[in-house]
C-alpha cells in the first residue's frame, strides 16, 4: 500500500486498521472536551507520529489510518482537515493549515473494470518546513511542496511546488517568488504592532 503499487482495500487487516482510526477520531472530535488539552495531546501522539508532541488539530478531523501521518514540530490544522494517508504524510516544522484542507494520497484506476474489483493505490505527499496552505485546498497524491510556500484558498494542487513561492489555482501554478522585499514588509508590521502594544 504505502509502496504505491495496486492494493486489495477491502483486505481483513486494512479493514482492521482504518476501523482502529475510525474509533480513534471519534474519541478526538467527540468524547474528550476540548477544555482538556492534555488528554487530548496525550490521544493525538498516541496515533500519529509527532516526535516534539506539539501538534495541535481542532476538531472535527478524518484521518484513514493515522499512523501514516508524520509531522514536524509546532504544526496546526484547522477545522474539518481530511488526511487520506493510506501512503505516508510527511509534513515538516512551522506548517500551518486552514480550514478544510484535504490531502489525499489514495488514488484509484482509471479502468472502470480494475477500479470495480476494490483495488487502489498510494502515492506520498511531501510538505516542507515554514508551510501555510489556504482553506478548501486540496493536496492530490505523490505532490511534494516545498520550504516556506503558501498554497492560496480553493486550490488544487496537482504538481510539486518549489521552495519560496506564493501558488494558487485550479491546478495550482506558481504566482510569483516570496522575496526578501516580503520579509521586509512584515517585519516591519510586526514592529508596528509591537509598537501599539507599548503605546496603550
Not at 477500479?115 to 511531501?126: A, F, S, V
Not at 516545498?146 to 504566482?175: E, F, L, Y
Not at 522585499?181 to 507599548?198: A, F, H, P, S, V
Request: aromatic share 8%.
Amino acid at each position: 500500500m504505502i509502496a504505491g503499487e495496486l492494493y486489495n482495500s477491502s483486505d481483513a487487516e486494512l479493514v482492521q486498521m482504518r476501523m482502529k482510526a475510525k474509533q480513534w477520531t471519534y474519541l478526538y472530535n467527540e468524547v474528550i472536551p476540548v477544555d482538556q488539552g492534555p488528554e487530548r495531546s496525550k490521544l493525538l501522539n498516541s496515533m500519529i507520529d509527532c516526535p516534539t508532541q506539539d501538534a495541535y488539530i481542532e476538531v472535527p478531523v478524518r484521518m484513514d489510518y493515522a499512523s501514516n501521518l508524520h509531522i514536524g514540530s509546532h504544526f496546526y490544522a484547522n477545522y474539518d482537515c481530511i488526511f487520506l494517508d493510506v501512503a505516508p504524510i510527511r509534513i515538516g516544522n512551522q506548517v500551518m493549515l486552514s480550514p478544510r484542507v484535504s490531502l489525499y494520497t489514495a488514488g484509484h484506476p482509471i479502468d472502470a473494470d480494475v477500479r470495480n474489483k476494490q483495488l487502489e493505490y498510494g502515492h506520498q505527499i511531501t510538505i516542507g518546513n515554514n508551510v501555510w496552505i489556504g482553506g478548501n485546498t486540496v493536496v492530490c497524491p505523490g505532490v511534494k511542496i516545498g520550504n516556506n510556500v503558501v498554497i492560496g484558498a480553493g486550490s488544487i494542487v496537482t504538481k510539486d511546488i518549489p521552495d519560496n513561492t506564493v501558488a494558487a489555482g485550479n491546478p495550482a501554478r506558481t504566482i510569483r517568488r516570496i522575496t526578501n522585499e516580503d520579509k521586509i514588509y512584515w517585519e516591519n508590521k510586526q514592529k508596528e504592532y509591537l509598537k501599539r502594544g507599548t503605546d496603550k
